[in-house]
Nanobody, 123 residues
Framework: QVQLVESGGGLVQAGGSLRLSCAAS????????MGWFRQAPGKEREFVATIDRSGNTAYADYVKGRFTISRDNAKNTVYLQMNSLKPEDTAVYYC?????????????????WGQGTQVTVSS
């Protein structure tokens, strides 16, 4: 069982930056693929970024070049650095985990989810 706790959300002006963190419990964090997803009011949860346990990454087109996912296995933490934020990035951001050598863009693939952290970008 893995517990995930997100932090780092908040209110920021358009063009600003935030760094989200997701701390995971357990001793086998390095065996997990990690993902970031987001959900805006009235919309479905959507993929943002993912990183496998080798450090390979993938991004949604709408964040590519602005967001960076990374992980620190010694700290059992995955990060999402968000730059050049836009009002349309406003959402609750969730991290997700699955023990696997693969990675995925789909919500159904992941086994564990955090509670989410709110990101609000004002225009």
């Amino acid at each position: 069982q893995v517990q995930l706790v997100e932090s780092g959300g908040g209110l920021v002006q358009a063009g600003g930056s935030l760094r989200l963190s997701c701390a995971a419990s357990g001793r086998t964090f390095s065996r997990y693929a990690m993902g970031w997803f987001r959900q805006a009011p009235g919309k479905e949860r959507e993929f943002v970024a993912t990183i496998d346990r080798s450090g390979n990454t993938a991004y949604a087109d709408y964040v590519k070049g602005r967001f960076t996912i990374s992980r620190d296995n010694a700290k059992n933490t995955v990060y999402l650095q968000m730059n050049s934020l836009k009002p349309e990035d406003t959402a609750v951001y969730y991290c997700a985990a699955k023990e696997s050598i693969l990675m995925s863009r789909t919500t159904e693939w992941y086994d564990y989810w955090g509670q989410g952290t709110q990101v609000t970008v004002s225009s």
